[in-house]
């Protein structure tokens, strides 16, 4: 039979199974941010009046360390305001009164959401909302808000 | 399927060619109706996918290397441009994920195994195993092609996850020993710059792919019914990798256009 002149050969199969399969999961886990699904997360949601600028995949700072991501941007019909979902590592629950802001890195870089932690005794349980929240700054209305009160006078 | 058009009418060359292109498509029905028939012969598939994937490991360590290293290059040169030579991983990782991984790493698989396939199923039809298969009661679809069919689908995302890596790998050397950058700070670019969805797209365009290689590679060699001789498998197996690239690139365009 022609059909299979080749021998198998186990060892050959197996390295291109663990390599490839080892490619593809350190693709998804470090590139991709794949989240498993049986992972924990602490997981707060954010009401923004505006969350202009920022994209789902986005850091979250807590004192200038990367301590999650946001996971959805949603729009709230009802009130107009946006719901931004952040994922956080497990292990810690902020303050009631912490506050949330959307951050430019840099002068023209990407945004991200900064945490500052309050004082309160309370603390928020996972899935709880930070009432407190600062929206993005619009770069381009504050420059023109300066140069047209500039010009004013 | 044989035809060499000079010395036909065109009307007549029209109706062979949109035949040619039925006949491919009553192929893949019917590969697609025995695919989960027989479990494919475990057996048999390992052998494939030996032959198809892991031979050309190899090749894709070096070809993805070299592909990010090149990307490197350009890229660093096009950012500093714009000022943010910083973002080099993660456009490297962009490019290489989203479009160059899939798209070379089929074409490289194609133009090594794909070819072969043509080859090895068109040299069965001209000396006569594919009717002696059917004689013996054996359906050469589920037995020739359902193997193929599937190790080339297993092992083209598992290939170019390797090209992906090596390539990123490459990218990240050449950033550390031509613009003294770190790597690590290349690959934490590469992890900002990257979403699930990219990775996602990859994966599609090579599932994609393979079942365009496997499909237009065996059918071709398959439906070679008026083969003669070696002359014919030869350019049969030309045929097919010409035609299959194109598909590639076509779908790639495709598949960019409606994932992005």
């Keep these: 039979m022609t059909a299979e002149p080749r021998s198998s050969n186990p060892f050959a199969l197996g390295l291109l199974m663990l390599a490839g399969l080892g490619c593809l999961a350190w693709l998804a886990l470090r590139l991709g941010d794949w989240q498993s699904p049986f992972a924990r997360h602490y997981e707060l949601t954010a009401r923004f009046v505006s969350a202009s600028g920022l994209r789902e995949g986005a850091f979250v700072e807590i004192a200038g360390v990367r301590v999650g991501s946001v996971a959805a941007i949603a729009f709230d019909s009802a009130r107009y305001e946006s719901v931004v979902t952040l994922r956080l590592i497990p292990g810690f629950e902020l303050p009631a009164d912490a506050i949330a802001s959307i951050r430019t890195s840099g002068l023209i870089g990407d945004k991200f959401v900064r945490i500052t932690p309050g004082g309160a005794a309370e603390t928020l349980p996972s899935g709880g909302e930070i009432v407190d929240t600062e929206s993005s700054i619009n770069i381009e209305e504050l420059i023109s808000k300066y140069i047209f009160e500039s010009g004013d006078q | ?260």
């Design chain 2, 1 to 260: 399927m044989v035809c060499d058009g000079r010395s036909m009418n065109p009307l007549r060359y029209l109706h062979q060619r949109i035949a040619g292109l039925g006949a491919m498509g009553l192929f893949l029905i019917h590969v697609l109706r025995v695919l989960p028939a027989p479990a494919a012969r475990a057996g048999m598939l390992a052998k494939q996918i030996v032959h198809i994937g892991s031979r050309s490991m190899g090749l894709m360590l070096i070809a993805g290397a070299c592909v990010g290293a090149m990307l490197s290059v350009q890229l660093f040169d096009t950012l500093t441009r714009f000022g943010s030579p910083s973002m080099l991983g993660a456009a490297v990782a962009m490019s290489l994920i989203r479009e160059l991984g899939p798209v070379l790493a089929a074409l490289i698989v194609l133009g090594r195994a794909g070819s072969m396939l043509t080859a090895e199923i068109a040299g069965m039809r001209a000396s006569q195993q594919i009717d002696a298969l059917t004689c013996m009661a054996i359906d050469p679809l589920a037995y020739l092609m359902v193997p193929r069919l599937l190790a080339c689908v297993v092992s083209l995302p598992l290939l170019t996850a390797l090209f992906d890596v090596a390539g990123l790998a490459g990218g990240a050397l050449v950033s550390v020993l031509s613009f003294s950058g770190s790597a690590s700070l290349f690959i934490d670019s590469a992890a900002n710059g990257i979403v699930a969805d990219d990775i996602r797209m990859g994966l599609t365009k090579s599932l994609v792919f393979a079942a365009l290689i496997a499909w237009i590679c065996l059918g071709k060699g398959y439906l070679g019914t008026a083969l003669r001789g070696t002359e014919d498998v030869s350019r049969v197996s030309a045929d097919a990798v010409v035609i299959a690239s194109i598909a590639i690139l076509g779908t790639d365009y495709l598949l960019s256009a409606l994932m992005s």
